[in-house]
């Protein structure tokens, strides 16, 4: 049926274009100091709305082009654009193309919105990354290559693990109830990011290959996504692949191989050091025990507690000096190193009338937490037919299958490897003598590191299929309409096995969770361009879109194994649990988008957009969303005669987005099954209803400068934003005699304002050596404008304190005063700022730093001596502080018998000491009349997160013709990458990157998450 649909359609249009004369335009791009070809180099024909790249010789060709006299646009990334005036007035028209090199260029072809967009038309703020500045950096998950290469994008890991998820805030956290994760729209389908595995820390757009990345275009004003309305106030996430061009086929491959191991290490005491501050412990409990006397008794009770590694006949046994405790360096035992291994193949090309791009990959990354690890097998087809010179289709295929094998990390849990390393003493060890489990580590059997090694699978395995089909006809030559059918399936299976060993009590354990997202976007698009009197130009779109996202799932747990081979719940001796669920939600939308600019000097750009969605009450369940920009090119100014000024151009925008990111009924008045009445399942209210729940709203003004100086050398842009968050979905909190604990309301706002700088420089350029500079910067605000009645909420909280003025993530804290040189007590200062030792988090806490990261970019350089290419780039952030939770409830003191950091050396031992730490005593409120120096928050626990960092440094070597020739390859390429391969920071654990989940809207805590991993990977890349 679809075939003779094409067919019609085909037939349909043949008598509109069987009389026109047309031509093909031909021809190279090349360097234009070193004569040097350029392959991947754009060329396009505005009024037609058609182009396409050069290949690897640097040879593009251009079919179907009416007769007549148009203007040719050509670009590449680093070069200064060129545009044509070229007349097609033959079968084939040769015209050759040179460009000078250039900083950034303003012409350059971004995707911005349902059309692509030339870049000196962008009237708003949006950022882009190619795939030249990610193609060497061996990551998983596509959110990590925005960090420290979008101006104004914060991106932080929240789990080192490979295919671990990252937080990516844009401008700053806006909503307080609602999420603050941007839209993700990858070749026009908008990504869903429910139910995922709960095993392993993932993202869905891990099932990208990031080989197949074209362009990553960050839209961060509400001016430019207004076009996405509803779901667009945390800002649009733009993500497309690479597609095929007219040219011969090319096969290219790259196998790469590598290494992970973690950035460092915490300096934790050994066996004798902890012995020692024991024995000073002890001797605060009885002073009239000598040092050595007290050393003995707690080398006693540590042989009692932990046992000792040695066989019972062994000399050492029972040794009173201790050397009979083990002295276990548990990071060791925990962090190993990963191998990395990935494979990817690639066909592209391509004829007049259908291109392609066909690429499969293989990576398999171990991680460096034991037996951690990521698999990705993926297979993705691009395929695009032009049928005649009015209608063309468009098929994108992305088939993944990823497997993750996860540990529980991001908390102070006893059975996560994270946690372990710091709970676990150097007297505790893995293994008896004979090779079993020693069964009195810290908190047992169930819990030994090495148990969880091998007694514990997390298995979590991910089916992804993303696509769509596209279908585009041109009614004339100035209005042409799209249609799009996208889906984003993805099925997830987790098995989480436990064997008898660390579920004794149940005879082990099976839990096997299956979750299914049907997640469907579609799209009409008309799109309309013309240019009257050769100076007013005019464009636009006009569109309607639906979206249903639809998710499942089941679980089932079994307890109890006949055999440990047998692992399947069907055998279990008890079945334990059964459970299940489905929910769904829709949208809808329509929008427009006009654009107008006179002689290129002045743009207008219009877009309003009208959405519905299914989660808000049926009072407010349509937003308007309208936003206006404009642009100024003051460079192409008669009056404007600055020699050393290439480009000058002034933009000023203001627009409303949407948040929807709440719970799918939030609206809705709920009931839940509650027991049973005569032998009936019972229910109850659970959820008040609101049917005036209406959008959450961002409102933002941006105002912009894009430059360029001596010939393109020098360009960039620097832009300032203020965005009110208003209207937000807010949780309020409801008396407790009401039966209900909150209302979901739109009370509130949040405010963020900010400067970003970006600038990009090309320093030297000569036929053997060029060196180029890149540089941003962002800096934001972040401040809570209004709170219903203007009330705190959590008042009294050290970290979750949301009051009117603050920003979100202030850190409220009691001052720390140091210790008492005397007699070595903890001190902290009142409200009053006097000594005490018993300080009040209500009374004495005042506000004292904040989770706000209100500095962050990135900067790098690129030197390349004939084939050789060598790229270093940093990534940093500053202003952020944040409670070292884990490290510091569970390494200061003795109270459970954990590891203690070597900070604790710094003690005070004696009158007259000035240190940072207190006397060693037996458990942390050992003082009398003084609070618990280890969970008695204060500043002393609080670490500022600020670093700098080696993110990526890239050494390449393209091979010469004269050997590419002999071997008959038209490209070879080898590398050596790394990844994380400094860090400059004062914070003294893990990792400064702070972050325990995706949505967190406080950061300024870090728990015992999984550390990110420093790799170095070598691979070679061949083109056929």
């Known amino acids: 049926m679809f075939k003779k649909l094409l067919i019609l359609v085909t037939m349909l249009g043949f008598p509109l274009v069987a009389l026109a004369q047309q031509g093909t335009l031909t021809g190279t791009v090349s360097d234009g100091e070193t004569g040097e070809l350029l392959p991947g180099a754009t060329v396009f024909i505005p009024e037609l ?347 994108t295929i992305n088939i993944a299958r990823t497997y993750q094998f996860g540990i529980c990390d991001g908390g102070n849990f006893i059975n996560c490897p994270p946690s372990q390393a710091m709970f676990e003493a150097p007297m505790s060890f893995p293994f008896l003598p004979d090779g079993s489990y020693n069964p009195e580590t810290r908190f047992g059997v169930d819990t030994n590191p090495a148990v969880i090694a091998d007694e514990v699978d997390r298995n979590a395995t991910q089916l992804s299929i993303l696509g769509n089909l596209t279908a585009n006809y041109r009614i004339t030559d100035w209005l042409s309409v799209r249609g799009l059918i996208g889906m984003d399936y993805r099925n997830t299976k987790d098995e989480l096995y436990e064997s008898e060993i660390v579920r004794a009590a149940w005879g082990g354990r099976v839990l096997l969770i299956d979750r299914v997202v049907e997640n469907m976007t579609t799209n009409l698009v008309f799109n309309a361009s013309h240019t009257f009197d050769n100076v007013h130009n005019l464009s636009g779109f006009l569109g309607t879109e639906y979206r249903r996202n639809y998710s499942e799932s089941f679980s089932a747990e079994g307890r109890g194994f006949p055999i440990e081979q047998i692992r399947v719940i069907g055998a279990t001796a008890e079945p334990f649990s059964v459970g299940g669920s489905f929910t769904e939600f829709r949208f809808a939308g329509y929008f427009l988008r006009a654009a107008y600019n006179y002689d290129e000097r002045y743009f207008v750009n219009v877009v309003g957009r009208y959405d519905g969605s299914s989660r808000f009450g049926s009072e407010t369940r349509w937003g308007f969303f309208p936003s206006i920009s404009g642009a100024w090119r003051i460079s192409d100014e008669n009056f404007f005669n600055v020699d050393v000024i290439d480009e000058l151009r002034l933009r000023a925008g203001y627009g409303t987005t949407g948040n929807s990111a709440i719970g799918n009924f939030a609206a809705r008045g709920l009931y839940s099954v509650s027991g049973q009445y005569m032998n009936n399942v019972g229910l109850a209210p659970s959820q008040l209803a609101n049917a005036n729940l209406g959008w959450e709203e961002a409102r933002e003004v941006n105002v912009g400068l894009d430059f360029g100086f001596l010939e393109g050398r020098i360009a960039g842009a620097i832009d300032m934003y203020r965005k009110d968050n208003v209207d937000l979905l807010f949780g309020r909190p409801l008396p407790s005699d009401s039966g209900f604990g909150s209302i979901t309301e739109n009370i509130g706002s949040v405010r963020n304002e900010g400067i970003e700088f970006e600038i990009n420089s090309v320093n030297v350029n000569t036929a053997d050596f060029t060196w180029s500079t890149r540089f941003n910067i962002a800096f934001n605000r972040n401040e809570v404008l209004s709170l219903p009645e203007g009330e705190t909420l959590s008042p009294n909280s050290f970290l979750n304190q949301i009051k009117e003025g603050d920003p979100l993530g202030q850190i409220n804290a009691i001052r720390w005063a140091g210790v008492n040189p005397a007699d070595g007590r903890p001190m902290w200062y009142d409200i009053d700022g006097n000594i005490t030792y018993n300080p009040s988090q209500v009374n004495d806490s005042v506000p004292y730093k904040d989770g706000v990261a209100n500095r962050v970019g990135g900067f790098g350089n690129t030197l390349s001596y004939r084939g050789f290419t060598l790229d270093a780039f940093f990534q940093f952030s500053f202003g952020q502080w944040a409670f070292a939770n884990t490290d510091w409830f569970f390494t200061r003191t003795l109270d459970f018998n954990m590891n203690l950091d070597e900070m604790v050396l710094d003690r005070w031992q004696q009158p007259g000491d000035i240190t940072y730490f207190p006397r060693a005593v037996p458990v942390g409120a050992s003082f009398p009349e003084t609070a618990n120096f280890r969970t008695q928050t204060a500043s002393h626990a609080i670490y500022n997160t600020s670093y700098v960092r080696l993110k990526n440094l890239t050494l390449s070597y393209n091979a010469p013709r004269s050997i590419t020739e002999p071997l008959q390859v038209s490209n070879l390429r080898v590398f050596l990458t790394g990844v994380n391969l400094l860090t400059f920071t004062n914070y003294p654990f893990y990792d400064p990157e702070v972050a325990v989940s995706e949505t967190t809207i406080f950061g300024n805590i870090t728990v015992a998450q999984y550390p990110t991993a420093r790799q170095f990977n070598a691979g070679i890349e061949i083109t056929f």
């Not at 950096?137 to 295919?163: D, H, I, K, M, W």
């Not at 029972?318 to 990963?338: E, H, M």
Request: hydrophobic share 35%; no cysteine.
């Open 49 to 395: 709305s058609t182009g396409g790249t050069t290949n690897l010789d640097g040879v593009y060709r251009v079919t179907n082009v009416p007769y007549g006299s148009y203007e040719v646009v050509v670009s590449f990334v680093g070069y200064r654009t060129v545009r044509r005036t070229v007349e097609i007035a033959s079968s084939e028209v040769t015209q050759d193309f040179e460009l000078r090199i250039d900083a950034i260029g303003l012409d350059d072809v971004i995707v911005s919105g349902y059309a692509p967009q030339l870049k000196r038309e962008v009237t708003g703020a949006i950022s882009s990354v190619t795939s030249r500045d990610i193609v060497y950096v061996p990551l998983q998950n596509t959110e990590g290559f925005l960090q420290g290469r979008a101006a104004g994008v914060n991106v932080t890991s929240v789990s080192g693990a490979p295919g671990g998820a990252f937080r990516v805030q844009i401008r700053g956290n806006g909503s307080i109830n609602a999420a603050t994760q941007p839209l993700y729209i990858v070749d026009g389908v908008q990504i869903s990011f429910s139910q995922r595995s709960s095993l392993a820390s993932n993202s869905p757009l891990n099932t990208i290959n990031p080989d197949d990345i074209e362009s990553i275009e960050v839209i961060k004003d509400a001016a430019s996504a207004a076009i996405y309305g509803a779901q667009a106030a945390a800002g649009v996430v733009l993500i497309t692949t690479k597609r095929g061009s007219e040219a011969q086929t090319r096969i290219t491959a790259r196998v790469e191989t590598g290494i992970r191991n973690a950035t460092q290490e915490v300096d934790y005491l050994n066996r004798d050091q902890y012995l020692d501050w024991a024995a000073e412990a002890r001797q605060f409990s009885f002073p009239n025990e000598t040092f050595e006397e007290a050393r003995e008794n707690r080398v006693n009770f540590y042989r009692n507690f932990f046992g000792s590694p040695l066989e019972a006949d062994d000399p050492l046994a029972g040794d009173p000096t201790g050397r009979d405790l083990a002295d276990t360096n548990w990071q060791d035992f925990i962090y190993d190193q990963g191998v990395v291994q990935k494979y990817n193949l690639s066909i592209a090309g391509g004829t007049s009338s259908t291109t392609f791009r066909i690429s499969g990959g293989f990576e398999d990354t171990q991680g460096h937490v034991f037996r951690t690890g990521f698999e990705r097998l993926n297979l993705r087809t691009n395929l695009d037919h032009r049928f005649n010179d009015r209608f063309s289709t468009g098929v």
